[in-house]
Every structure is written in structure tokens, then in C-alpha cells.
T-cell receptor, first 112, second 113 residues
Framework: QQQVKQSPQSLIVQKGGISIINCAYENTAFDYFPWYQQFPGKGPALLIAIRPDVSEKKEGRFTISFNKSAKQFSLHIMDSQPGDSATYFCAASEQGAQKLVFGQGTRLTINP | NAGVMQNPRHLVRRRGQEARLRCSPMKGHSHVYWYRQLPEEGLKFMVYLQKENIIDESGMPKERFSAEFPKEGPSILRIQQVVRGDSAAYFC???????????FGPGTRLTVT
């Protein structure tokens, strides 16, 4: 019940296209859903996060869509650029628990 | 404002030795978390600490692993009698308070030979 399932494992998108990464969860107590970006040899960097009281959050080219009834959330990267090539992790936590439960990661490649 | 700092960045230990990983949280952050990342996998929670207290160690292996966050100084993750399976990247994160964003350090890559 603690799992967060992420798909796809890898994704190739042309420059200027839209990258979409999906995550699903089972634990209905989760109430915080961040996305992290990780470059090789670096630590994860917080990109954007959402709480269940909203269905969408946008920051620049990055958008989180959240579907509470389906227990799914997704990251959309608009106008994808080669510099966006990295591994992306979704995560979730429940209030009071603090620990983040991570998805398995998606390796995104943006072709120029 | 410096981010989360971890050292060493790379650590090589022989089987049976001890590994000590250090983490200094961001300024003003009093909550520290340790995660482990195996090659090609996501991050797994290990332990959550506040100053001088372990709050949640549900992800820590029962033996050989310990963590502390003293009143003064960095948080320490200690692995005794390391084995090859301990080879991984260990990340520390910190947050200012409860239920807010966690910011990660660059990690310590432990290799056990």
C-alpha cells in the first residue's frame, strides 16, 4: 500500500514536444505529491509539488495534473528541451509521516 | 544560502570496514532525512531525525546501520561492517518544518570492495 508506481521507465521526446510521465498510488492517506529531477551524479532537485485540494498546478513549462478519484498524478513538460534530459521521480507522503515514497523513475531523453 | 551539504562525495570501503556519511542541512532546517538509491532504482527512505531525536527509522536495516543528529554538528549515517550490498548512493534531505518541501544534497556514493 506504500507503493507509488511510475511509468514509463524511459521516454524519448523530440525537442519542442510534450513529455508526459504518470504515477499511480494506493494509499489514500497520501496528501503531498512532489516531482524531482535528477541529473547523473547529482542529487534530486525539487521541481514542483501539489496537494490534493487542487487538480492542477503549473510552474513555467512544468504542470502537475492530479486526479484524486483515480489516485493518479502526472507531470507534463511543455516545449521540451534537450536540457530537460534527466531522470524524473514522482513521490508521495502522508501528513505526519514525513517520509517520501518514491516511484521507480523515468529516464527522459529530449532529442534535438 | 547554501544548500544541503554532504561529505564525502565518494567513499570506498573494504568489506568489514565502517562507513561514516555526514550531512549538514540547509540553514534554518531542523529536520533531516536519509535515503538510499541503488543503481537504476528509485530512492528508498531510511530514517528521519530532528535535533537529538530519531523520529522514524522504519526504513533502516535492523543491524549495522545507525543515524544521529546531534545538537551541534552534522547528521551522521554510520554503517558498520560494510558488505558489497551496501554499495549505493546515500542522499540526505532537509526541511524547515513538518509537511513542507524536502531539499536534497548531492549524495555520497559508497563503493564497497
Amino acid at each position: 500500500q506504500q507503493q507509488v508506481k511510475q511509468s514509463p521507465q524511459s521516454l524519448i521526446v523530440q525537442k519542442g514536444g510534450i513529455s508526459i510521465i504518470n504515477c499511480a498510488y494506493e494509499n489514500t492517506a497520501f496528501d503531498y505529491f512532489p516531482w524531482y529531477q535528477q541529473f547523473p551524479g547529482k542529487g534530486p532537485a525539487l521541481l514542483i509539488a501539489i496537494r490534493p485540494d487542487v487538480s492542477e498546478k503549473k510552474e513555467g513549462r512544468f504542470t502537475i495534473s492530479f486526479n484524486k478519484s483515480a489516485k493518479q498524478f502526472s507531470l507534463h513538460i511543455m516545449d521540451s528541451q534537450p536540457g530537460d534530459s534527466a531522470t524524473y521521480f514522482c513521490a508521495a507522503s502522508e501528513q505526519g509521516a514525513q517520509k517520501l515514497v518514491f516511484g521507480q523513475g523515468t529516464r527522459l531523453t529530449i532529442n534535438p | 544560502n547554501a544548500g544541503v551539504m554532504q561529505n564525502p562525495r565518494h567513499l570506498v570501503r573494504r568489506r568489514g570496514q565502517e562507513a561514516r556519511l555526514r550531512c549538514s542541512p540547509m540553514k534554518g532546517h531542523s529536520h533531516v532525512y536519509w535515503y538510499r538509491q541503488l543503481p537504476e532504482e528509485g530512492l528508498k527512505f531510511m530514517v528521519y531525525l530532528q535535533k537529538e531525536n530519531i523520529i522514524d527509522e522504519s526504513g533502516m536495516p535492523k543491524e549495522r546501520f545507525s543515524a544521529e543528529f546531534p545538537k551541534e554538528g552534522p547528521s551522521i549515517l554510520r554503517i558498520q561492517q560494510v558488505v558489497r550490498g551496501d554499495s549505493a548512493a546515500y542522499f540526505c534531505a532537509s526541511s524547515r518544518t513538518l509537511n513542507v518541501e524536502q531539499y536534497f544534497g548531492p549524495g555520497t556514493r559508497l563503493t564497497v570492495t
